[in-house]
């Protein structure tokens, strides 16, 4: 008479441990979601590359726990992502060095040897253009948080996506800002670009030359330089001899300041310098020329803004952990994790495909954001159309915003000051 129910008994039990092993086990599975992240943590950029790493840092943790403050943030006021149990974001970090070869080699360790399930990258445009190749090749999403060479997103590849603005979109605030400048009576007959010669310099110095030609703005030279070079003499000799109304460099950190300091030691000075972000944004780039720079105008997609707002709350608690604020680079590269982060709880999965898919259907609006783009919606080649970029200018110890007018918070102070 026992017998059945004893056996019943143990089926049951059998059951009731099945389960609870594969509970354990989904469970313990979804403790932690990888994604690989590669910076310059060495090299010509490597304070920016620490930087963003910082900012991603945080951006991690605002995910992992709840901050009922940033509540129209997406995973702001929850802990960790809810369509996933819960489960929390782990950073897997490598250096790439600044070398497209260092790069791709990281990437492809942490998508087959730690199994990261999506990238995020990379800050040089030469890295992430083969970083994100080899992604593309693994079918493994690959976000790409800053790079600015419009071909990244051009080549027909359907695992990358980048969610900041690409060199046109800097090229024609350029234009326009020079543009108005000269409608308002201020001398801009031609201006001279200077660009460091691998993939970022050139790609962006091609969309300025592009620009200048439908603004009618005549383009004295463009004058290539290698990266890292020891000595820019020549470069600024030939500024001197020219004599533009501005001059637009697209230069990496040590070369930024080394310009300035050979400006001054040649004693030239153009009435406008504009700086493509990259250099100018660097946190040492004020302790290091900032004296020099003195109304030295920059591209910028993040302004503080105004208590209350989430790019004010994230800076404060960026101020808090790191003594400093966010800049455009390190921004960029948070807002970029945090719209991967998005798309992976919207997927509600860790596989590839349907991080993807999520990816391909993001519709962010502007304040679910930390950083002034219009939203974040991709197009089928990946680039988000909403993007937006604007101008600041170095005045003291920290950039303003100066242009457009609707969003200036400071005065444009013309012609610039540098260090006279």
């Given amino acids: 008479m026992n017998k059945p129910r004893s056996l019943f008994a143990a089926a049951f039990a059998a059951a009731f441990c099945a389960a609870f092993v594969f509970t354990a086990a989904s469970a313990r599975?979804?403790?932690?979601?990888?994604?690989?992240?590669?910076?310059?943590?060495?090299?010509?950029?490597?304070?920016?590359?620490?930087?963003?790493?910082?900012?991603?840092?945080?951006?991690?943790?605002?995910?992992?726990?709840a901050h009922p403050e940033l509540k129209t943030l997406p995973l702001g006021a929850t802990a960790g992502l809810p369509n996933l149990g819960?489960?929390?974001?782990?950073?897997?970090?490598?250096?790439?060095?600044?070398?497209?070869?260092?790069g791709q080699q990281?990437?492809?360790?942490?998508?087959?040897?730690?199994?990261?399930?999506?990238?995020?990258?990379?800050?040089?445009?030469?890295?992430?253009?083969?970083?994100?190749?080899?992604?593309?090749?693994?079918?493994?999403?690959?976000?790409?948080?800053?790079?600015?060479?419009?071909?990244?997103?051009?080549?027909?590849?359907?695992?990358?996506?980048?969610?900041?603005?690409?060199a046109p979109d800097f090229a024609k605030a350029y234009t326009e800002f020079l543009t108005d400048l000269k409608k308002s009576g201020r001398k801009i007959n031609n201006i001279a670009i200077v660009n460091e010669n691998t993939d970022y310099g050139t790609s962006v110095a091609a969309s300025i030359q592009e620009a200048a030609k439908a603004a009618n703005i005549t383009v004295a030279a463009q004058i290539p330089y290698n990266a890292n070079s020891s000595d820019v003499s020549a470069q600024v000799i030939q500024l001197k001899t020219l004599q533009p109304d501005a001059v637009i460099f697209i230069s990496y950190t040590?070369?930024?300041?080394?310009?300035?300091?050979?400006?001054?030691?040649?004693?030239?000075?153009?009435?406008?310098?504009?700086?493509?972000?990259?250099?100018?944004?660097?946190?040492?780039?004020?302790?290091?020329?900032?004296?020099?720079?003195?109304?030295?105008?920059?591209?910028?997609?993040?302004?503080?803004?105004?208590?209350?707002?989430?790019?004010?709350?994230?800076?404060?608690?960026?101020?808090?952990?790191?003594?400093?604020?966010?800049?455009?680079?390190?921004?960029?590269?948070?807002?970029?994790?945090?719209?991967?982060?998005?798309?992976?709880?919207?997927?509600?999965?860790?596989?590839?495909?349907?991080?993807?898919?999520?990816?391909?259907?993001?519709?962010?609006?502007?304040?679910?954001?930390?950083?002034?783009?219009?939203?974040?919606?991709?197009?089928?080649?990946?680039q988000n159309v909403l993007s937006a970029t604007y101008l600041i200018q170095l005045q003291g110890k920290q950039y303003v915003s100066v242009w457009p007018a609707n969003l200036a918070t400071g005065k444009l102070e013309l012609p610039m000051k540098g260090w006279r």
Avoid at 38 to 43: D, N, Q
């Fill in 254 to 382: 040590a070369d930024t300041i080394l310009y300035f300091k050979t400006m001054k030691n040649l004693d030239y000075l153009p009435p406008i310098i504009i700086g493509d972000d990259a250099g100018f944004s660097d946190p040492t780039f004020i302790p290091n020329a900032g004296d020099l720079a003195q109304g030295a105008i920059n591209r910028s997609a993040f302004d503080i803004g105004k208590p209350g707002g989430n790019s004010y709350i994230v800076n404060q608690m960026f101020k808090a952990k790191y003594g400093r604020d966010l800049d455009d680079t390190s921004a960029r590269w948070m807002e970029g994790f945090f719209v991967l982060a998005d798309a992976i709880n919207r997927a509600g999965s860790t596989e590839p495909d349907k991080i993807q898919a999520a990816l391909k259907a993001t519709d962010l609006k502007p304040d679910q954001l930390m950083i002034g783009y219009h939203g974040v919606k991709f197009d089928d080649t990946g």
């Fill in 106 to 166: 990281q990437t492809l360790r942490l998508i087959t040897q730690d199994h990261v399930v999506a990238m995020l990258g990379s800050y040089h445009s030469s890295v992430s253009l083969v970083a994100s190749a080899v992604a593309e090749r693994q079918g493994i999403p690959y976000l790409v948080a800053d790079s600015v060479a419009s071909n990244i997103t051009g080549r027909g590849f359907k695992w990358t996506f980048r969610s900041g603005p690409i």
């Fill in 29 to 65: 599975a979804a403790e932690t979601v990888k994604i690989g992240v590669i910076y310059p943590l060495t090299g010509n950029a490597a304070s920016a590359g620490q930087s963003a790493k910082d900012a991603v840092d945080l951006g991690a943790e605002i995910v992992n726990t």
């Fill in 86 to 102: 819960g489960a929390k974001i782990e950073l897997d970090s490598a250096d790439h060095q600044g070398n497209p070869q260092v």
